[in-house]
């Protein structure tokens, strides 16, 4: 009798161990910023943990998914095209010891000037480890394209005769009817939804407004807010969403 109670205490001690040393199961979706209907396939992501990079590997789906203890971390997505970076998101994430499942769509938009690097010569349809490119023929190439385009504006400005401190063009203030031709459809219509409650609203009572996603609702005002046209005020555990842009009549 007493050993059947000591092996009973020891799997309970065992099994609530286990279940407080589980990890979560984060996953989700890459977009490209322009499109968020189809997941970008083959793209590199890198996990860190405390800036120390854990874990790394290609998606050829577009989708990742991760078994993460608790901890704060940081996902990074990078898509390569010709093996030059062309887009780069990251998102930064903190699991708790209660989280059992995380899901997180992660954006990506064209890199900065610092954030531009090149890949080399890796298959991105299989997890390869990442190389470092010593290949010194590309940044060949880029100084080649870099000196070209300089000579093609000091051309430019001898022939037309401009002086090199001259002003800069004031970008017009953009309209209602500017914006319409330069967003796609789906970002057109969100900021209709958000003007014609007046340029202000919540992000909840869009989410009652649209038939998509939570997620894809908050990629999308993301994009909004990136380009300019909206700004996202944080209220309670809700968005105030405020448009940017001026309404110049009724549609």
Not at 167 to 183: A, R, Y
Not at 209 to 221: D, F, Q
Request: with cysteine.
């Amino acid at each position: 009798m007493f050993r059947k109670r000591y092996a009973l205490l020891v799997s309970l001690i065992l099994i609530s161990l286990a279940g407080s040393a589980q990890a979560a199961i984060v996953n989700g979706t890459f977009y490209e910023w322009s499109d968020f209907e189809k997941p970008l396939k083959n793209v590199l992501v890198e996990v860190e943990k405390n800036s120390t990079l854990i874990s790394y590997k290609v998606l050829t789906d577009g989708t990742y998914s991760f078994d993460l203890s608790p901890g704060n971390y940081s996902i990074r997505g990078k898509y390569y095209r010709n093996s030059v970076l062309d887009l780069i998101g990251e998102r930064k994430i903190t699991v708790n010891e209660a989280d059992r499942f995380r899901e997180f769509d992660i954006l990506l938009f064209p890199p900065t000037d610092s954030e531009n690097e090149y890949l080399g010569d890796i298959n991105l349809t299989e997890d390869l480890e990442l190389k470092r490119e010593t290949d010194p023929a590309p940044y060949l190439v880029i100084i080649s394209i870099i000196s070209l385009s300089v000579l093609i504006i000091y051309w430019i400005k001898k022939k037309t005769g401009l002086k090199e401190t001259a002003p800069l063009p004031v970008e017009p203030e953009k309209t209602e009817s500017t914006i319409k031709k330069e967003l796609p459809d789906d970002l057109r219509n969100l900021h209709d939804l958000i003007l014609k409650a007046g340029g202000r609203t919540t992000q909840k009572e869009l989410r009652k407004k649209l038939t998509c996603s939570e997620a894809k609702v908050s990629l999308m005002l993301d994009d909004l807010e990136t380009r300019g046209l909206i700004r996202k005020i944080r209220k309670g555990r809700s968005n105030i969403i405020i448009s940017e842009i001026q309404q110049t009549g009724s549609q």
